[in-house]
């Protein structure tokens, strides 16, 4: 499953993300898109590990809407596919 993710994120693009977020009412700068890439990219499997980490530091960079929205999207999709995550 780890190989799928990869894969996944290795050809996920800042428009990619950005049209994700709009179609789930979340509306990102292009900083917060490059950021949130980039620690998907570089972080994913730790991500998958332990979380917390990694929603503190989107709770310190994006506003608490935003965030919000962030967290509740990452967690609904968490809950969904933990069975094929771990």
Known sequence: MKGLI??????LSISKLNEFAVKNEIYLDNNDLEYILSLAKNNYE??????KKYLDLLKNRLSKEN???VKDLFLYYKN?????LI
């Open 46 to 51: 730790d991500i998958l590990k332990d979380d």
């Open 80 to 84: 969904r596919y933990n069975g094929y």
């Open 67 to 69: 965030y919000e929205k």
């Open 6 to 11: 990869k894969n996944y994120l290795d050809n």
